[in-house]
Each structure stands twice: as structure tokens, then as C-alpha cells.
């Protein structure tokens, strides 16, 4: 057995604290199943590398040094470009909400419509500055996630069997939730642009194209600044960025949440390798000590992104139960028709994804306790009684400020209520009214 890796403490943070185990136990006989495994498994830090570097592409976490094996490389840099180039995206997103805001304000009618955009750009405005003040703080979270899950990274303990690496895995779940993330914003543009090919035919004294496009789409902003192209298309570039970000909250949540679960599946994998034989009391103090370093890491980690888990869950619940109100419109295009039916699904998909996955958390967390109650009774100790209680105790589990905690039954609990919503709209839902053939603007 090997002996777990160390950091010297001459580079580390003053409130980083490594909480590794005092003795190693030579103890312990693993049994491996020869199925040609890694004895090293990569760091959460690692393995959200490619999902930061496209968090950045959106304008988001504008840090430095992620991509390095050391956490605490990490770094924010004031003078870069990343860090102007958020600060301007930032700047945009809040002057087009105020300008939104003025707007809707001036209207003499105010219904879902105009509070779901409102509420939209809210949304965009606060990710956007809590990811960056995570960023922020972001070495001196990795320091702590890297610090805890360091025992997990070597034997005893190996990759769990039959998975991918944590860092495929997480890039290709992220990656392939933002390429539909990719399909829905360019089926949006594509709606928008048959409807205002619509509007032109209704509005023949429309004659470029372009401007009663910024007209149509955004004319918050266009009704107070004279319309110039270039104008338009910054608009239409900075809304781009907003809505990939508005997706990527949700899939950065995901690849915590695998980071997470993939060690506690780890710490049972190496419980159901004792196969139930009576173990050393050393043996159960070490395990002891792990379960409880993951149970500290999962409340160090929800205390540092409950509030984006939070406002993430109210976004899908208000974006999904806006479009479920919308769904009862009859759209006056096929391609706008294609495109609110596969945002609706897409939306739904995404939301459940992200609760499924966060809630495996929890899921992974109860198994130890499953595989406790086989070892025999004559091998019951102080240790191992302690690791009974702690497995059947703990609340590993993420949550939104504390308000509700993601477990699997959640679901269940978000479906109920929006299928109770549904209901209640097919007979109080009144229709939009039809702007397409609004020629006043």
C-alpha cells in the first residue's frame, strides 16, 4: 500500500487545512480485481479545467492558473483580458436590465411577458457576479476540495470500477449539454428571423430588415439609443453570451456534484472489498476518519454554492412555468413552433439532469450504511460504531440555502408541482396577444 501523496505546508493558504490521516495502515489487505484500473485517480480541480475554459468563452470566472495540477496557482488577475472582457459583459447585461426595466415601466400593461423577462435578466446579472466572486475565492476552494479528497486519489482506494475517469466524465457530460445548449440559442435566432420575415410582409414600410429586427427583438434598447448596426449587433452578440450562460450555471453545478459523488462511491467501493470479514480496529479508525472528511468537504461545499444552487433551482422552476403558460399560443411559424417545443424539452431535460445528478450525492452517501450492516457482530468496535452512526446521521447532501435539500424525492416534489400548474392553466390561461402583425414601430 502506497503512501498517500502530502503537500508541503510551506505553499499552502493559512485557512487551508489538511485533514489527512496520522498513521497509514499497513494493516489492511486490499483485494484488487485485476481489471487493469488506475491506482491514481485525477482531482476535482483537474477535471473542472475544460468546463472553467468554457465557462471563460461566455465571459465567466475570469481567473488564471486552473489549468494546473496545483489549486492553489490559481489565480484572479485585475489586468487581463478575461477580466475586462467579463467586466464588459457584466457592465452591458446591467445597463440592457435597466434599460428593460425603464422600459417596462413606461408600459401601461404588465403581465407575464414583461416579468418573465425581467426576470431573465436578473437571473443573468446575479451568475454572472457570483461566479465571479467565486472565482475570486477559487484557489482557496479548490485548496480545500483538493485537500480533502487527497486520500481518495491513491490506495487504498481506487477509480471505481466500470466509469470513465472523472475528468472525461465531466467534460463530456458539460460539453454535451452546452451543444444543446448551442442547438437551442441558434433555433432561437433562426424563430426570431422567420418572424420578423413575417412582420416585414405584414409592415411593408419596414424596409430594412435588420433594424425592425432590433426593433422586434430589443426595443428597450433601441427606443432609447439611435439604432446603428453596430449597436445592434453588440446587442445581439452580449445576448448570445447571456443566454450560454444562463445554461452553464446549471452544468457547472452538475460537475460538482460528480466531483462529490465520485468519492463517496469510491469510500464504498473500498468498504465492499473487506467482503464483511472482521477488519482491525486501525482499519475502521482510517475509514472513520475518510467518511468523515467527505461528510466536512460536503458541507464545505454546499456553504460556498448554496445560494447559486438556489437561485439556479428558482430559475428552471420560473423559466419551465413560463413556457408551460406560453405552450397554450398557437406560434405563427413552424420554425418558431420547432424551436419553443425543443426549448421547453431541453429545458426540462437540463433541470432534471442537474437534480439527478446533485441528488446522487446523497444516494452515494447512504450506501456505506448498507454495506456496514453485513460486517458481523463479533467484529464490532468503538470505531466501527462511530462510522455506523456517522453514515446514518450525516446530511451529505447539497442544498439550496438550507431551504430545501437535493435528494431524489425533490424531483418527484418539482414534477408534482408543475403538473399541478399545468392543470390549473388550462382553464385560467389567457393567450398572449399576437404582435406579429404590429405595425406601430
Excluded at 475554459?53 to 481567473?63: A, E, R, T, V
Excluded at 454495506?371 to 467484529?379: E, I
Excluded at 400548474?421 to 414601430?441: A, S
Aim: aromatic share 14%.
Amino acid at each position: 500500500m502506497t503512501s498517500p501523496e502530502v503537500i508541503p505546508d510551506k505553499r499552502l493558504p493559512t485557512n487551508v487545512r489538511f485533514s489527512t490521516a496520522s498513521t497509514v495502515l499497513a494493516a489492511e489487505t486490499e483485494i484488487v480485481d485485476g481489471s487493469g484500473r488506475p491506482e491514481r485517480d485525477g482531482s476535482t480541480h483537474e477535471a473542472l479545467g475544460p468546463v472553467i475554459f468554457m465557462g471563460q468563452l461566455f465571459s465567466l470566472m475570469p481567473i488564471a492558473g486552473y489549468t494546473g495540477s496545483d489549486p492553489r496557482d490559481v489565480r484572479m488577475l485585475v489586468r487581463s483580458v478575461r477580466f475586462v472582457y467579463a467586466c464588459l459583459t457584466l457592465f452591458l447585461m446591467v445597463s440592457f436590465t435597466v434599460l428593460l426595466v425603464a422600459y417596462v415601466a413606461q408600459e401601461s400593461m404588465f403581465g407575464v411577458k414583461q416579468a418573465a423577462a425581467l426576470s431573465y435578466y436578473a437571473f443573468i446579472v446575479f451568475f454572472m457576479m457570483e461566479l465571479m466572486l467565486l472565482g475570486r475565492n477559487w484557489a482557496r476552494i479548490m485548496g480545500r476540495w483538493y485537500a480533502d479528497e487527497l486520500p481518495f486519489r491513491s490506495a487504498p482506494y481506487f477509480p471505481p470500477a466500470n466509469t470513465l475517469p472523472l475528468r472525461r466524465k465531466v467534460c463530456l457530460i458539460a460539453f454535451g449539454l452546452m451543444a444543446f445548449a448551442f442547438l437551442e440559442d441558434t433555433l432561437n435566432f433562426i424563430s426570431a428571423y422567420r418572424l420578423n420575415e413575417l412582420h416585414i410582409r405584414y409592415c411593408p414600410h419596414r424596409s430594412n430588415f435588420w433594424k425592425n429586427f432590433f426593433h422586434r427583438e430589443h426595443p428597450y434598447v433601441v427606443r432609447v439609443v439611435p439604432y446603428h448596426p453596430l449597436l445592434g449587433w453588440t446587442i445581439e452578440v452580449t445576448m448570445r453570451i447571456a443566454k450560454f450562460a444562463w445554461h452553464y450555471v446549471d452544468v457547472f453545478i452538475i460537475c460538482l456534484g460528480l466531483g462529490l459523488q465520485r468519492r463517496f462511491v469510491q469510500f464504498n467501493e473500498r468498504l465492499e472489498r473487506l467482503d464483511g470479514q472482521p477488519q482491525s480496529q486501525g482499519i475502521w479508525r482510517s475509514l472513520r476518519l475518510d467518511f468523515v472528511r467527505l461528510t466536512e468537504l460536503v458541507g464545505f461545499v454546499d456553504r460556498r454554492f448554496s445560494k447559486l444552487i438556489l437561485f439556479s433551482c428558482a430559475n428552471d422552476m420560473l423559466s419551465i412555468t413560463v413556457q408551460l403558460y406560453n405552450s397554450f399560443d398557437l406560434k405563427p411559424t413552424t420554425a418558431t413552433t420547432v424551436y419553443f417545443w425543443y426549448s421547453l424539452g431541453f429545458l426540462i431535460a437540463r433541470c432534471v439532469t442537474m437534480l439527478f445528478i446533485v441528488s446522487s450525492v446523497s444516494q452515494a452517501s447512504e450506501r456505506p450504511l448498507e454495506t456496514l450492516r453485513r460486517f458481523p457482530s463479533s467484529n464490532w468496535n468503538l470505531d466501527l460504531r462511530r462510522l455506523c452512526d456517522a453514515a446514518a446521521t450525516a446530511e451529505n447532501a447539497l442544498s439550496g440555502k438550507r431551504f430545501f435539500f437535493i435528494r431524489r424525492p425533490l424531483i418527484l416534489a418539482m414534477a408534482g408541482t408543475i403538473i399541478t400548474y399545468e392543470l390549473v392553466l388550462m382553464d385560467q390561461v389567457k393567450k398572449e396577444p399576437d404582435n406579429t402583425k404590429d405595425c406601430k414601430f
